[in-house]
C-alpha cells in the first residue's frame, strides 16, 4: 500500500540530493525537474533584503517556472538562504570562496532560512519558511584545510559550505532548529498540507 493518493507523482523543481531524499524516505513520490532560473538575477528584480522573503521568492519563483511547462501538476519549489547579521550567503563557487566563508562563519552563530511553495497551473497553493540557528566552532586554519580536504565537492553544493547530514556536522558547538530545515525542505508543514488535501493516507 503506498500512502500517496494523488493520480500523479508530484513534481520537485529541485536537483538538491537532500531534498530528493527527504521525500524519498517519507514515502512522497516525485520526478525531479529542475528550474533553471537566474537566482541572483530574480532577487535583484524583487528588491528584496530579507534572507527569509529571498528564499520564500526564489522558492516560488522555481515552482512557478517548472509549472508553465506541466499542466495540472503539483510543483513544489524550495530555497535555502543563510544569513550572518545583514549578510547573506549563497553557495561558494570553488574551495577559495568555500575556505572565507568557513572563516567568516567560524565562532559565530548564523541562520538558515528554508522555504517551500507548492505550485499548480500557475497558481500558489501553499508555501512555508522557517529558520535554523546554527553555532560554529571557533576554527583553526588547519582544520578548515582538513575538513575542505575530506568534504570535497561537498563544500560547494550547499549554501553553508557545509552538509550537516555528513563531515559538515563536526564543525558545529550547537544547532537550533527543525533537522528538515536545516537540509532544506521543511518538511513537517509540507506534509500537513498534503494531509489537508487528502493526497496522504495517514
Not at 529571498?54 to 519563483?61: G, M, T, V
Not at 577559495?96 to 507548492?118: D, V
Amino acid at each position: 500500500m503506498t500512502i500517496w493518493l494523488g493520480s500523479q507523482p508530484l513534481v520537485l523543481a529541485s536537483q538538491s540530493y537532500a531534498r530528493q531524499m527527504l521525500l524519498q524516505n517519507a514515502g512522497i513520490p516525485f520526478e525531479a525537474i529542475p528550474a533553471a532560473i537566474d537566482e541572483r538575477g530574480v532577487q535583484q528584480a524583487s528588491g528584496l533584503s530579507s534572507p527569509a522573503e529571498i528564499a520564500a521568492r526564489l522558492a516560488e519563483e522555481k515552482a512557478l517556472v517548472v509549472s508553465q511547462r506541466l499542466p495540472g501538476r503539483l510543483v513544489l519549489g524550495a530555497d535555502q538562504t543563510l544569513a550572518l547579521g545583514e549578510r547573506t550567503f549563497i553557495k561558494p563557487a570553488d574551495r577559495a570562496k568555500a575556505t572565507a566563508q568557513l572563516r567568516t562563519l567560524s565562532g559565530r552563530r548564523h541562520e538558515l532560512h528554508s522555504a517551500i511553495a507548492l505550485v499548480r497551473n500557475g497558481k500558489t497553493v501553499f508555501a512555508e519558511t522557517s529558520v535554523a540557528r546554527m553555532t560554529m566552532r571557533q576554527l583553526t586554519e588547519a582544520e578548515i584545510e582538513a575538513y575542505l580536504n575530506e568534504a570535497g565537492d561537498a563544500a560547494t553544493s550547499s549554501v553553508g559550505g557545509y552538509q550537516v547530514e555528513g563531515l559538515g556536522v563536526h564543525l558545529f558547538d550547537g544547532i537550533h532548529g527543525d533537522h528538515f530545515t536545516i537540509l532544506g525542505l521543511p518538511l513537517v508543514p509540507l506534509l500537513s498540507y498534503l494531509r489537508q488535501q487528502r493526497l496522504l493516507a495517514f
